[in-house]
């Protein structure tokens, strides 16, 4: 009989984490792995940016901050929302974690009581669901594919909303398929909420710079429901911050108060060097988020040149983010050298690290199984070598 809780027992190991792991535990054997399996830029945070977080230790930020975060670091988030998303907050409505995953996870967990339902369109960021179980939750999943560019249409929504429904949670542009809503896929969406006052929509807006098509579109922007919408965003993606853990939430009074309540009783006031840093980040502009930007769109064409070079992939070109979501099921069924069969995704982002040394992430984890995510967060000469070793992999597949 196991010690251990109920709750910990019925979470999953994340996946992306997991085959981040398994390609570590490749290389520490000689192996040369590449890894296409994590979410994380491969770019350093911007000079400026670190020069503040010197600055900040020397001038003695090191005691504990205020739990919702320092007051002119949400006042520069205020800011920000206004200047760039022309959305209206004040510095009550603003609670900063530590990182976005936080965020996320603290706002389920002050919403969500034993049974109510959250719909997920899928695919899926692999903690959603996990995050949604932790709170005792049920979710509700919404199932696109790669015709439907994985976006939802009104229809599919109001189809899942029942009297339990209590939170709708997304992301846009989408991890992992990089999908992103335009402001009148949005405003469909919108027109099912207002029938449906009690569901509150989480908008998980964390690649907001890593846009193809356009400015980002938030859902926020519509004010018949700006009041049930909580904003998710942090410094990872667009500062390459990740290892600074430093994300928040905006949300209404109440939202805001009861999350600031649960971090309070939690880990309190996230890293006060990582806050002075977030400061000069969103208030010297986005030069250096424009550059990265621009080399992700060419590594975006890049690769998705390469993929449609593979027999047996089927691939859409992403509008954001950093991540490529093909469609792999042909393989299904295959038997690679020894004998074994390709059951599901995750076999199949298996057998490439082990075989093509690539380190993917198999689509069931993200509640799709008939593809693997890939993500184009790497040089172009890892992504022309490691799509390269794909095609080699699968094509010895019989």
Known sequence: ?????????????????????????????????????????????????????KK??????????????????????????KTENNLDYDISQIVVSTGAKQSLSNVILTLIDPDDEVIIPTPYWVSYSEMVTLAEGKSVFIDTDIESNFKITPAQLEAAITPKSKLFMFSSPCN????????????????????????YILSDEIYEHINFVDKHESIAQ????????????????????????????????????????????????????????????????????????????????????LLNEIPGVKTNLPDGAFYFFPEISSFF??????????????DLALYLLNVGHVATVGGDSFGNNNYIRLSYAASDESLVEALRRIKEALGKLA
């Open 1 to 53: 009989m196991s010690t251990l809780s109920k709750r910990i027992n019925s979470l999953s190991e994340s996946a992306t984490l997991k085959m981040t792991k398994l390609g570590r535990e490749l290389a520490s054997k000689g192996i040369n792995v590449i890894s296409l399996s994590v979410g994380e830029p491969d770019f350093n945070t911007p000079d400026h940016v670190k020069n503040a977080a």
């Open 56 to 81: 900040a230790l020397d001038e003695n930020y090191t005691r504990y901050s205020p739990v919702p975060g320092y007051p002119d670091l949400r006042q520069a988030i205020v800011n920000k929302l």
């Open 176 to 199: 992992p398929t990089g999908s992103v809503y335009s402001k009148e896929e949005l405003a469909a969406l919108v027109a099912v909420f207002e029938k449906h006052p009690n569901i």
């Open 222 to 305: 519509f004010d018949s429901i700006k009041d049930r919408v909580i904003i998710v965003n942090g410094f990872s993606k667009a500062f390459a911050m990740t290892g600074w853990r430093l994300g928040y939430i905006a949300a209404n009074k109440e939202i805001a108060a009861a999350n600031d309540k649960l971090q309070g009783q939690t880990t309190s006031g996230t890293c006060s060097i990582a806050q002075r840093a977030g400061i000069v980040a969103y208030e010297q502009g986005l030069e250096s988020v424009l550059k990265m930007k621009e080399a992700f769109l060419r590594r975006r064409e890049l690769v998705y040149n």
């Open 333 to 346: 069924g295959k038997k690679d050298a020894d004998g074994n069969v390709i059951k599901d995704s995750a």
